[in-house]
């Protein structure tokens, strides 16, 4: 077996990230010649609701890949939930609120398919193949992993924390997706799923007329997003208490940004590194009204936290409230909610099935 640590570890090298750049660019481009070239597979936990973090960083890349011609796979990771020791909680609920969030801000059901682990059984059998190719070693040094296990503490990890780059793999392989968005921290997942791709094809060898292997090796798509901070200048995660949800009310959205962390400086700037916290009111009523935060922060000049805050305030609301209707027409109705994901789910499971026979006859499993 090869050495996937060196894999992992060259993933997020400095040589290596400039390539895997040059190659999403790339990816870019052939999007637009040819969308039909790429199945993309995205996801989220269902643990809250989503935030302007999630809006920015990934949701609105979702829908314009949609809107390109992508075919996109949206998985709800419900399975993850129980990676850590926490019980699974009110998850159905949580589940339904993210397919609304999902909705609300433009994925369409009838082009892309929104379904959830713990209803597609091929998809989790492919965790018994994969886990056979990857060494616990490996496990161990791969970099999330690594920084759950510190955030654990002293708590033993749980088997399905170690392997859950490898249930990461069978979500993006099951379906045979070439094309994964990430950020840069998630490009070892990715690596992950790629070594495990290969190593399928080397050890179990291939289906059909054996021209092909089962899965292809997927690919990065890097964004380039802009990441928001929550109201405190750190990272935007409900935990934190800092965020502003998609179906938060406009006046709990005001009420929040007006106790954003400023400085003392009344003349507004960007500057997202020396004036983090300014920056990030600056960023946020730059991008909810599509200008450049350059300019929001020179039109404000002099005018102080107050008149930034009002910018930011009056730019988001306007920008959500679209979002935050349909969002309130999609919770009230949760019975079209699950028809939509049993309608994600019927579909998953097909594909799932059908990459499960390819599996089961590269490995000499058909009965
Ligand atoms: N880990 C992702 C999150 O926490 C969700 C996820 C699960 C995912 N499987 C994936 C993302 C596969 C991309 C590819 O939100």
């Known amino acids: 077996m090869d050495d996937a640590g060196t894999d992992l ?5 400095d040589a290596s990230l400039e390539r895997t750049q ?3 660019d790339e990816i870019e481009r052939e999007i637009v010649q040819d969308a039909s070239r790429f199945r993309v597979l995205t996801g989220d936990r269902p643990t809250g609701n989503l935030h302007l973090g999630h809006y920015f960083g990934s949701l609105l890349n979702r829908v314009r890949l949609q809107q390109a011609g992508v075919e996109t796979f949206v998985l709800v990771a419900d ?4 990676t850590d020791r926490d019980g699974v909680g009110p998850v159905r609920d949580r589940v339904l609120s ?10 369409d059901a ?10 597609v059984p091929a998809l989790n059998q492919l965790m018994l193949p994969f886990l056979s190719v990857v060494t616990d070693a490996e496990l161990r040094r791969n970099p999330t992993v690594k920084s759950e296990l510190d955030a654990t503490g002293d708590r033993p990890m749980s088997g399905l924390m170690l392997t859950y780059p490898v249930h990461q793999a069978a979500d993006i392989l099951f379906c045979k997706a070439n094309l994964v968005p990430v950020g840069k921290d998630q490009l070892p997942h990715l690596e992950q799923a790629r070594v495990i791709a290969r190593r399928f094809d080397e050890r179990y060898g291939r289906a059909g007329d054996g021209s092909q292997p089962v899965f292809p090796r997927p690919e990065a798509l890097l964004s380039d997003a802009a990441s928001v901070l929550g109201t405190d ?3 935007m995660s409900k935990s934190r208490g800092n965020s502003i949800e998609l179906g938060m009310d406009a006046d709990t959205t005001a009420k929040l940004l007006k106790r954003a962390v400023t400085d003392a400086d009344r003349h507004i700037t960007y500057d997202p590194v020396g004036r ?4 990030n009111l600056v960023l946020l009523a730059a991008l909810s009204t599509g200008r450049r935060p350059e300019d929001v922060a020179e039109e404000i000049g002099d005018g102080g936290g107050a008149a930034l805050k009002k910018a930011a305030i009056e730019g988001v609301n306007e920008m959500l409230a679209p979002v935050r209707a349909r969002r309130a027409e999609l919770t009230a109705d949760p019975g079209y909610l699950l028809q939509v994901l049993r309608r994600g789910n019927d579909r998953a499971n097909a594909v799932a099935e059908a990459t499960l026979a390819e599996v089961r006859e590269a490995m000499s499993m058909v009965y």
């Open 276 to 279: 983090p916290e300014v920056s």
């Open 98 to 107: 993210l397919i609304a969030d999902y909705l609300a801000v433009g994925i």
């Open 79 to 82: 399975y993850q939930v129980i």
């Open 9 to 13: 570890a060259e993933s997020t090298n």
């Open 233 to 235: 200048g750190q990272k």
């Open 22 to 24: 040059r190659r999403s």
């Open 110 to 119: 009838e082009r892309s398919t929104i379904f959830t682990h713990s209803a």
